[in-house]
């Protein structure tokens, strides 16, 4: 079966959220779609339209016109099984004492490693993104340096893999919270494979917002490997929900953005402990004074 997609830039989110909204009544119509902003400081977004049929181009051009969008770029995807690419293409990742595999690979799990299993059909957050590995290696550091949390969330958990990396080091219940409910489901099953269920619990969750995340606070220690602006977003919240002397360990930020990360944390109360660059990718920790 041929995939299809139509890309294009809009000047806004509004711009950007109406034009996923209006593929919706194209015929054929999307199987999946999806927005981001593209992180340069020029305030634009992409919008992806993905189709098993070839879409109708004349649709898609006036939806663009009317929303100042650029015109949409469509083309047609061979036929791959990407997960078996991906397993050829994606080694093992060590980050300090965390090993990332897939199942193919467990084998070469080295011994005292703390293993975590991650399937390449559920490749995003895997380890193998800077910001990830940025972030379970400054774990390792915080466990190296002897910090013993005993509350811990992961805010925009993904697949979990960072939930799951702090529940094999310390003795404790990790919350991960998620707003897409499909990554809830996904980071359940990871769970699950790598033999933490009871140990990490994971919620459909916008931030802090759910009760048993409230109910838990404060953290002594938490994760955000998300964007720039959610990150600067949630300093309000990071103030009321860690923990005095308590670190977030955050990502999902260009170098070129993480000095206006730290200044907003920083006037929040938590004040930069470490950077680290990785390629054009920072993992910063803070601390709660």
Not at 4 to 20: M, N, P, V
Not at 95 to 114: I, M, Q
Not at 131 to 153: H, K, N, Y
Not at 248 to 270: C, E, K, W
């Amino acid at each position: 079966m041929s995939t299809w997609t139509a890309l294009t830039q809009t000047a806004g989110r509004e711009a950007a959220e109406a034009l996923t909204e209006l593929a919706e009544d194209l015929s054929p119509e999307p199987v999946g779609t999806g927005i981001f902003e593209i992180e340069d400081g020029r305030g634009r977004w992409e919008v992806g339209l993905y189709f098993t049929e070839r879409p109708d181009e004349l649709a898609l051009a006036l939806m663009a016109a009317a929303w100042g969008a650029d015109p949409f770029v469509l083309s047609e995807l061979p036929e791959v099984d990407w997960v078996a690419h991906v397993r050829r293409e994606l080694s093992p990742v060590e980050a300090g004492r965390f090993f990332v595999h897939g199942s193919h690979d467990a084998d070469r799990v080295p011994e005292g490693a703390e293993a975590l299993l991650i399937e390449a059909a559920m490749a995003f957050g895997t380890g193998h993104h800077a910001t990830t590995r940025g972030c379970l290696l400054a774990l390792d550091r915080l466990v190296s340096e002897g910090f013993q949390p005993r509350r811990i969330v992961d805010v925009g958990c993904g697949t979990a893999v960072l939930a799951m990396a702090a529940a094999r080091v310390f003795p404790v219940i990790v919350l991960a919270g998620d707003i897409d409910p499909q990554a809830v489901d996904v980071a359940r099953a990871n769970v699950i494979a790598n033999g933490l269920l009871g140990r990490v619990e994971c919620v459909e969750a916008l931030g802090f917002d759910h009760p048993l995340i409230e109910g838990a606070a404060p953290f002594d220690l938490v994760f955000a490997n998300i964007l720039k602006q959610p990150l600067i977003d949630l300093v309000p919240d990071m103030a009321r929900y860690v923990a005095p002397g308590g670190h977030a360990i955050l990502s999902g930020i260009l170098a070129t953005q993480a000095d206006a990360v730290v200044a907003a944390y920083a006037a929040g109360g938590l004040a930069l402990e470490t950077r680290e660059d990785h390629g054009e990718w920072t993992t910063l920790v803070v601390r709660r004074g």
